[in-house]
């Protein structure tokens, strides 16, 4: 404030002039015990009519105050603040006032600017919000040293879903407690938070892709990082249903083309023979091979159209399953008792195939037997061959992708496609020893209720 002003004295009060601080007191008028500006003032409804004033325009002056035991008179210039009254007592009777109310005016012009850009800040946000929101998409936002300055639900929920904590605005990123084996997220940050950026999917109770990136002032100085997170639970099932049937189709190839092989060496030691001996009987080889080879390539086309229509089951009668497959293998005798239902597809065929294949290969089986029975939820399907038993230690390997055992062994991939279609028809399989056979494959399936209903089969006797 400008110095060519005497100031007596500067005090908050009330708006009855009850004293609530003194800024200033130059002269010495205010004394300690002075409780209410009344006990200093000759003329107290003066001084009510000055406070009115105040309060009803804000501000105001009165030039002629009469102090007790003071000469003369001075001048009280009142202005009106939030909580209090602002009052200033000096000597001259010059434009102070205007002077004081201008700095008020300047002062809450500024805050009412303040107020508007807080206001443009908050709606910006909410804007952000509302379209990350419609957008599905989650942010979190990281200042250069780590701290959280601003998120959203998502990108809470996914913190909450990785650490188990909840994050807050000015948390450290570094202060949660993000498991070093939470698929990488924890390298992500750091890398982030180096300005490495980039994306990832990462697990978290649902699939989430991160992806992270600079926030830039208008120099193009980074302020800090900015995490958006989406979920992706169907894409992601997409791939893994993709990469499934790829893993699929190629195993299947695999046993296709191996089986197929066997069919044409069959065929051309039997054209062989037939060359040398003319046996006819060699042409009925030829032929029931040829067919067996155009049934194997129509089973194929049809595996090939389940791997589009992944989940697409019906009821399969097992009995007659086995009838369709054991016709291709004449010389193994086989016996088949009881009758059962299961939701399957045409894969039934191939897991058959694999599991007489199998015996014979390996086992050098001669005689199989099948068992179907029910009990109150399940259908037990019992395959069991009189071949050369699984060894004890390898009895739990069997399944595994790529386990081969013996010279006999060709791909490893036999028990395992057996395993895969189990699983596919919600089954599960395990192997033993029982009764008098050497090898035994129990097959566990839910149960389709009152079958008859829906179609008739013929059953194994």
């Known amino acids: 404030m400008n110095e060519q002003y005497t100031i007596h004295f500067a005090v908050l009060t009330s708006e009855t002039g009850q004293i609530r601080k003194i800024l200033r007191n130059d002269q010495g008028m205010i004394s300690e015990d002075l409780i209410n500006l009344e006990e200093l003032v000759e003329d107290r409804t003066r001084l009510s009519h000055f406070y009115?004033?105040?309060?009803s325009h804000g501000a105001a002056v009165n030039r002629d105050v009469n102090l007790r035991d003071v000469p003369g008179t001075v001048q009280f210039i009142g202005v009106k603040t939030e909580d209090h009254i602002a009052l200033i007592c000096t000597a001259d009777k010059g434009d102070l006032l205007n002077r004081f109310s201008e700095l008020k005016n300047n002062f809450m012009g500024l805050q009412r600017k303040v107020i508007?850009?807080?206001?443009?800040?908050?709606w910006l946000i909410d804007q952000i919000n509302a379209f990350f929101e419609s957008a599905g998409l989650g942010f979190v936002f990281l200042k250069k040293d780590g701290k959280i300055d601003a998120f959203n639900e998502m990108g809470k929920d996914f913190f909450h879903r990785v650490t188990r904590q909840s994050i807050q605005p000015g948390m450290s990123i570094h202060e949660l407690a993000i498991p070093d084996s939470e698929n990488g997220i924890r390298y992500f940050l750091a890398k982030s938070m180096q300005g490495d950026f980039f994306s990832g999917d990462f697990?978290?109770?649902e699939w989430f892709e991160v992806r992270s990136t600079a926030v830039k002032d208008k120099e193009g100085r980074q302020?800090?990082?900015l995490l958006i997170f989406e979920r992706i639970n169907r894409r992601k099932n997409y791939e893994i249903t993709i990469e499934n049937q790829k893993e699929f189709l190629y195993h299947m190839y695999k046993i296709?083309?191996?089986?197929?092989?066997n069919i044409f060496t069959v065929t051309k030691s039997a054209t062989s023979l037939y060359k040398r001996t003319s046996n006819k009987e060699m042409l009925d080889?030829?032929?029931?091979?040829s067919e067996r080879g155009i049934r194997m390539i129509d089973r194929m086309k049809k595996a090939e159209k389940i791997v589009h229509d992944p989940d697409k089951l019906w009821?399969?009668?097992?009995?007659?399953?086995?009838?369709r497959v054991m016709k291709d293998y004449k010389d193994l005798s086989f016996i088949c008792h009881g009758q059962g239902y299961i939701y399957a597809d045409d894969l039934i065929g191939f897991l058959l195939n694999n599991l007489v294949s199998n015996a014979i290969r390996h086992g050098k089986a001669t005689d199989m037997m099948f068992e179907i029975s029910e009990d109150d939820d399940s259908v037990i399907f019992k395959v069991a061959n009189n071949g050369e038993p699984i060894p004890d230690e390898i009895r739990d390997k069997v399944f595994d992708e790529n386990f081969e055992f013996g010279e006999t062994a060709y791909s490893g991939l036999g028990l395992f496609i057996i395993q895969k279609i189990t699983l596919r028809y919600r089954g599960r399989v395990r192997t033993e020893s029982c009764r008098e056979w050497n090898t035994c494959f129990i097959f566990t399936f839910p149960k389709i209720t009152e079958p008859e209903k829906v179609f008739k089969s013929e059953k194994c006797e």
């Open 256 to 261: 296709f083309l191996h089986d197929l092989a």
């Open 116 to 122: 508007k850009k807080n206001e443009s800040v908050m």
């Open 315 to 323: 009821p399969v009668s097992l009995a007659e399953a086995v009838y």
């Open 285 to 289: 080889s030829i032929a029931e091979a």
């Open 203 to 205: 697990y978290a109770g």
């Open 223 to 225: 302020q800090g990082v």
């Open 52 to 55: 009115r004033e105040v309060s």
